[in-house]
Structure formats: C-alpha cells, structure tokens
C-alpha cells in the first residue's frame, strides 16, 4: 500500500507509517486541543519533507492568523508559497441563500488550485463551520456527503477538520462525518494532559490505544510509547 506520511512527529508510528494514499481523515476534537496546528503541521511537512505541496482551505478566521500560528513554531513558509507548495484559501460564501450552489462553485475553483499546484495533500478546516451556513441537520448532513465525494474525486490524501463539544465519545460534530471518510483521529484536552486516539483506519493496521502529545516550540510531537488510559479521559 502507497502512503503519505503526515510529517507529524511520532504519529506515523501510529498508523504504520503514514495515512493510506487517497484517503480522506477526519481530525476531530473540542475547542484548543490542536486539530488546526495538527492540519497546519501535515501540509507544512508535506512541502517542506516530501515535496508534496498542500492547499489549505478555511471557512472561517483571519487568514493572516494561520500565518502568524505557523511562524510561531518558526515554520519558514514563504518560500513555499513562492514555489507553490503551499496557499491558503478562504471558502466564499456570502449569505445562507443557495449555499449548496456556491459550494458547488467553490469545489470548481478548488479542482482548479489543486490541478495548478499539483497538489497531493488537502487540509478542510473545518466542516463544522458549514453548520453556520445550513442550520437545518438533514440538508446539512446531504452536503456533507456530496462535498466529501466530490473532494475524494480530486486525488488528494485529504484531512478534514471538525470541531465538537469535547467528549470522548463525540468523533464529530453532525453525527454523521465519520462514517464519511477513511479515518478518524480525535484529539483530546484534558489540562494539564494531551491526548490522540485514532478511532478508525482503513486499510492498514494502527494502534488501538489513546497516546500523550504535546505542543512544543516546534509544532504538535506525539509519544507513540507512551499510552494513556482511555478512562483518564473524560
């Protein structure tokens, strides 16, 4: 099987040396746990490590925040946009009316930077934001479907990013991304401690078990030795 190391450091030993190639992850977690840095540090490593350059898509916050979340970990990445390895870009919409039609405009204009950039890695974040646009769960959860068909099309080893209320059990935010994608990984903050538990992997082996990570100077480092009960987190 081809893979596509995220770059994360001691997570790859997780999953048995990287995320399926193609596949499409769901990185969850509450509010602060890292699911963004997690995103930032795949397309980051992805560029710098293996040439393979990244398009990070956002629904919400200051692009320029990102930016400024990245160089804090001293992460250089100008030249990466000056070779096309790595961009930033803002989904557009603009009011709640015919969302569905300006998502499907927006996948085009995505089809377009990932066939210009020959991209290989793709970072959404984050799907839950989609629920300010369409509050009601049923045509939520339909486009939820049609937008991860169609980003599957494009080729990309895909992560998407959702935020949910924090517990243990909550792997996503509608109930139903999940059973959408290939994998889940869920993040966990229970302060002081960090935690990743890697619910499911398709096509390949992974551990089974939640495992202890920090956020350090340089970016998200997880600790494949060392295993945390999963009742030490509520």
């Given at each position: 099987m081809e893979r596509t190391q995220t770059g994360v450091k001691g997570f790859d030993e997780l999953i048995a040396g990287g995320f399926p190639k193609g596949?499409?992850?769901?990185?969850?977690g509450g509010a602060g746990t890292g699911k963004t840095i997690f995103g930032l540090s795949y397309l980051y490593s992805g560029a710098k490590d293996f040439n393979e350059a990244g398009l990070y898509i956002t629904l919400e916050g200051n692009l320029q925040n990102l930016i400024w979340n990245m160089e804090s970990f001293g992460w250089d990445i100008k030249p990466l946009q000056d070779t096309n390895k790595f961009k930033i870009y803002k989904l557009n919409l603009h009011t709640t009316e015919n969302v569905e039609r300006q998502i499907e405009e927006e996948l085009k204009v995505i089809a377009k930077l990932v066939k210009d950039m020959r991209c290989k890695r793709l970072v959404v974040d984050s799907t839950t934001a989609l629920g300010v646009w369409i509050p009601e769960q049923g045509k939520m959860r339909h486009l939820l479907y049609s937008f991860a068909?169609?980003?599957?099309?494009?080729?990309c080893t895909t992560i998407l990013?959702?935020?949910?209320?924090?517990?243990?059990?909550?792997?996503s935010a509608f109930g139903v991304e999940e059973f959408l994608v290939d994998g889940v990984v869920s993040l966990y903050f229970v302060p002081p401690n960090r935690s990743i538990f890697i619910r499911k992997m398709r096509g390949t082996n992974h551990s089974k078990t939640p495992h202890a990570f920090n956020i350090s100077?340089?970016?998200?480092?997880v600790k494949p030795r060392d295993e945390i009960m999963w009742e030490a987190i509520k």
């Amino acid at each position: 099987m081809e893979r596509t190391q995220t770059g994360v450091k001691g997570f790859d030993e997780l999953i048995a040396g990287g995320f399926p190639k193609g596949s499409t992850v769901l990185v969850s977690g509450g509010a602060g746990t890292g699911k963004t840095i997690f995103g930032l540090s795949y397309l980051y490593s992805g560029a710098k490590d293996f040439n393979e350059a990244g398009l990070y898509i956002t629904l919400e916050g200051n692009l320029q925040n990102l930016i400024w979340n990245m160089e804090s970990f001293g992460w250089d990445i100008k030249p990466l946009q000056d070779t096309n390895k790595f961009k930033i870009y803002k989904l557009n919409l603009h009011t709640t009316e015919n969302v569905e039609r300006q998502i499907e405009e927006e996948l085009k204009v995505i089809a377009k930077l990932v066939k210009d950039m020959r991209c290989k890695r793709l970072v959404v974040d984050s799907t839950t934001a989609l629920g300010v646009w369409i509050p009601e769960q049923g045509k939520m959860r339909h486009l939820l479907y049609s937008f991860a068909d169609s980003l599957k099309e494009l080729g990309c080893t895909t992560i998407l990013i959702a935020e949910t209320r924090g517990g243990k059990l909550d792997f996503s935010a509608f109930g139903v991304e999940e059973f959408l994608v290939d994998g889940v990984v869920s993040l966990y903050f229970v302060p002081p401690n960090r935690s990743i538990f890697i619910r499911k992997m398709r096509g390949t082996n992974h551990s089974k078990t939640p495992h202890a990570f920090n956020i350090s100077e340089i970016g998200i480092e997880v600790k494949p030795r060392d295993e945390i009960m999963w009742e030490a987190i509520k």
